[in-house]
Nanobody
């Protein structure tokens, strides 16, 4: 069974930086596309960024130029480097396959104070 463990969240001031990590258990990591998703308080979970098995990246317009997704197949981990953070980036960040499977991790809470 695949397990997704997100880490690296926290409280940061607007304009600050954070780096999220997602460790994926199992042998499926290198053969799948992976993404980050955000759920703001009281809102649905939305797509943030994705990276293909070949390393091609896609970022939502709301984070383009500020966030960068990357992956390390050697350690089954996908990352999200976040900079120039804004209050509207606040939420719980989850990683999952693209498109997402039904199994989600606990997420990483990111809170940006303005």
């Amino acid at each position: 069974q695949v397990q997704l463990v997100e880490s690296g969240g926290g409280l940061v001031q607007a304009g600050g930086i954070l780096r999220l990590s997602c460790k994926v258990s199992g042998s499926i990591f290198s053969t799948n596309d992976w993404g980050w998703y955000r759920q703001a308080p009281g809102k649905e979970r939305l797509f943030v960024a994705a990276i293909s098995r070949d390393g091609e990246q896609v970022h939502d317009d709301s984070v383009k130029g500020r966030f960068t997704i990357s992956r390390d197949n050697a350690v089954n981990t996908v990352y999200l480097q976040m900079s120039s953070l804004k209050a509207e980036d606040t939420g719980v960040y989850y990683c999952n396959r693209v498109p997402p499977s039904v199994t989600w991790g606990r997420g990483a809470q990111v809170t940006v104070s303005s």
